[in-house]
């Protein structure tokens, strides 16, 4: 049986080699990774999946500001085991990030990702359309969501990250660790 859980220390590693083998080195130049480096999940917004022991699926949600400071989450990347995709795996991580997000009184998600398969959750372009990204993106796949309606209404400008800033071990951590698995690549 697959449970749906809070993040734990434990699972940061395995996370990593899921994100690994879902997306590859490429997945360290993009630009929502920027976004994301050196910075901490928005709190109770970082979600797995295991199955037994093994952890079979992640989400995580982080504090950015849409524009001249308007709150925002951005959302990514979502991973699941390939031997699971396509099971709905991804859609109950999804809602429950999703859910938690509301619950704890956000208004809104940004992502890039693939807009019909994030449309059945309420994403669309036009939701993003006065923002961007502070790097390259495709614009197609750059999609917001409003949990709070209106929340994005009149957003403009690039997002930038405002979450807590990762403990500076933790950050040495992780760029020995991109490091080593870009060269690898």
Same mark, same amino acid.
């Given at each position: 049986?697959?449970?749906?859980?809070?993040?734990?220390?434990?699972?940061?590693?395995?996370?990593?080699?899921? +994100?690994?083998?879902?997306?590859?080195?490429?997945?360290?130049?993009?630009?929502?990774?920027?976004?994301?480096?050196?910075? +901490?999940?928005?709190?109770? +917004?970082?979600?797995?999946?295991?199955?037994?022991?093994?952890?079979?699926?992640?989400?995580?949600?982080?504090?950015?500001?849409?524009?001249?400071?308007?709150?925002?989450?951005?959302?990514?990347?979502?991973?699941?085991?390939?031997?699971?995709?396509?099971?709905?795996?991804?859609?109950?991580?999804?809602?429950?990030?999703?859910?938690?997000?509301?619950?704890?009184?956000?208004?809104?998600?940004?992502?890039?990702?693939?807009?019909?398969?994030?449309?059945?959750?309420?994403?669309?372009?036009?939701?993003?359309?006065?923002?961007?990204?502070?790097?390259?993106?495709?614009?197609?796949?750059?999609?917001?969501?409003?949990?709070?309606?209106?929340?994005?209404?009149?957003?403009?400008?690039?997002?930038?990250?405002?979450?807590?800033?990762?403990?500076?071990?933790?950050?040495?951590?992780?760029?020995?660790?991109?490091?080593?698995?870009?060269?690898?690549?």
């Amino acid at each position: 049986m697959i449970q749906i859980r809070d993040e734990i220390a434990s699972d940061v590693a395995v996370r990593e080699r899921l +994100l690994d083998a879902c997306f590859g080195p490429a997945r360290f130049l993009k630009t929502s990774q920027r976004l994301r480096e050196g910075r +901490l999940p928005a709190r109770g +917004l970082a979600v797995t999946a295991v199955h037994g022991e093994k952890l079979v699926g992640t989400v995580r949600l982080w504090e950015v500001a849409a524009g001249c400071g308007r709150p925002a989450l951005l959302l990514g990347p979502l991973a699941v085991d390939p031997s699971l995709q396509g099971a709905g795996l991804g859609g109950a991580l999804m809602r429950r990030a999703l859910t938690r997000a509301a619950e704890l009184g956000h208004g809104a998600v940004l992502l890039v990702g693939d807009a019909p398969y994030y449309a059945r959750f309420g994403f669309t372009g036009e939701r993003a359309a006065g923002l961007a990204m502070p790097g390259p993106f495709e614009r197609e796949r750059f999609l917001g969501l409003d949990l709070i309606p209106g929340a994005l209404d009149g957003a403009e400008g690039v997002l930038h990250a405002t979450g807590r800033l990762a403990p500076l071990p933790e950050i040495a951590a992780e760029a020995a660790g991109a490091a080593a698995r870009r060269q690898a690549a």
